[in-house]
């Protein structure tokens, strides 16, 4: 059975901070690692794609991933309110599946 | 960006009803993807399709059904609501190839009385 594990959170930043969001999977042939966003009764967002060792940069996010250690996280930079929500770390499983954590919630207060 | 459609985004409808979720997606991708999401919940995959005429069950047991006669479209179908069957259910699609980018619709939220 492959897992995603995440912390339920709630992670609680102030505003501008950073905030670190961290991801274990028990699969060592999972190749492929997403971040989504969901906030409250929305559907999922993609925000971050990462497939290689190291990190991956857009605008305020960054991903890391160690495929050695099982590892995959999220840093967002200058939190803002608007980031508050429930993110999803996800893993290619068989079939062209994706193996979904329970999320992380994440709350930025001003 | 995908365009992923689902109608219709809220459905109250009482026990024993049939009922159909329509999902639709106009950039041509090959799989699609159905999830199951309790308020507050993780996601649970109930069906997928690798293309047209392909459907596989996912790993959360599911009395619905599905078919796939058109690439764009992927319909999900209860023959026989219950209000165990009250649960937000989000369609996804993603490209063909070694990506597996997911990409969602705005979702059906489902209320069974």
């Known amino acids: 059975q492959k897992e995603v594990e995440q912390n339920s959170g709630p992670l609680s930043v102030p505003e501008g901070a950073i905030a670190s969001l961290n991801c274990t999977y028990s699969?060592?042939?999972?190749?492929?690692f997403f971040w989504y966003r969901q906030y409250s009764g929305k559907s999922p967002e993609l925000i971050m794609s990462i497939y290689s060792n190291g990190d991956k940069e857009d605008g305020r996010f960054t991903a890391q991933l160690n495929k050695a250690s099982q590892y995959v996280s999220l840093l967002i930079r200058d939190s803002q309110p608007s980031d508050s929500a429930t993110y999803l770390c996800a893993v290619n499983g068989g079939y062209s599946t994706l193996t979904f954590g329970k999320g992380t919630m994440l709350l930025v207060s001003p | 960006e995908a365009d992923i459609y689902q109608t219709p985004r809220y459905l109250v409808i009482g026990t024993g009803k049939k009922i159909t979720l329509e999902c639709s997606q106009t950039?041509?991708?090959?799989?699609m993807y159905w999830y199951q999401q309790d308020p507050g919940m993780e996601l649970h995959l109930i069906h997928y399709s690798y293309g047209v005429n392909s459907t596989e069950k996912g790993d959360l047991s599911s009395e619905s059904t599905v078919s796939r006669i058109r690439t764009e479209h992927f319909p999900l179908t209860l023959e026989s609501a219950r209000p165990s069957h009250t649960s937000q259910y989000l369609c996804?699609?993603?490209?063909?190839?070694?990506?597996?980018?997911?990409?969602f619709g705005p979702g059906t939220r489902l209320t069974v009385t």
């Open positions: 950039m041509g991708h090959d799989k």
């Open positions: 699969d060592r042939g999972s190749q492929s």
């Open positions: 996804a699609s993603s490209v063909s190839g070694s990506s597996y980018e997911q990409y």
